[in-house]
């Protein structure tokens, strides 16, 4: 079996759908533990998110992951804490993704996106929700799928253009 370095990583601005993998449960356990023993004190919970986070489910190989605060107070530390870790402080993104850090195995090769925001962020909850109802749905799951492959297709090297493509459906999703 491949190690996680084959299974994770995508580089910046690039589009590369591949088959889900077991593994990328197992490498969000293993950050979450990381994450959770150096954000015990400030994170009200942490969860895997995004197309990783769903069995079956087709994505970019890598993994997303949301963080919750309880304070916009705490996101100082929280900074200080994920930079000591080697995450990279990517800004605040607001509505489009909340407080963005990545994780790179090397320069420009992501692994991990991590999305900080507070647990009243209505992003937080959209988070949860969208993950659950492909989890719930076989043919939701396979619909988005389909949507991902044609639009990493169209957009190989466009990361913003793919994900603008998906935007509608989730946001339909969401409102409905």
């Not at 370095?5 to 990381?34: C, K, P």
């Not at 963080?67 to 100082?76: I, K």
């Not at 949507?147 to 253009?161: H, V, Y």
């Amino acid at each position: 079996m491949s190690d996680d370095s084959e299974l994770i990583g995508l580089r910046r601005g690039m589009v590369r759908i591949v088959l889900h993998q077991q593994r990328w449960h197992d490498a969000f356990e293993e950050e979450r533990r990381l994450l959770d023993e150096h954000l015990s004190a400030i994170a009200v919970d942490i969860q895997h998110v995004g197309s990783t986070s769903v069995p079956g489910l087709d994505a970019k190989p890598v993994i997303d992951i949301a963080v919750a605060l309880a304070s916009p107070a705490d996101l100082d530390d929280c900074r200080r804490r994920l930079g000591a870790l080697g995450y990279l402080d990517r800004g605040d993104l607001g509505a489009n993704g909340g407080y963005l850090f990545v994780k790179e195995r090397e320069p420009s090769v992501r692994t991990h996106h991590l999305h900080v925001v507070t647990l009243d962020d209505p992003q937080w909850g959209n988070y949860l929700r969208f993950r659950d109802m492909l989890r719930a749905d076989d043919e939701l799951r396979a619909r988005y799928a389909a949507i991902k492959w044609a639009l990493q297709a169209q957009f190989p090297e466009d990361r913003q253009s793919y994900t603008d493509g998906k935007a509608s459906l989730i946001s339909q999703l969401l409102a409905g």
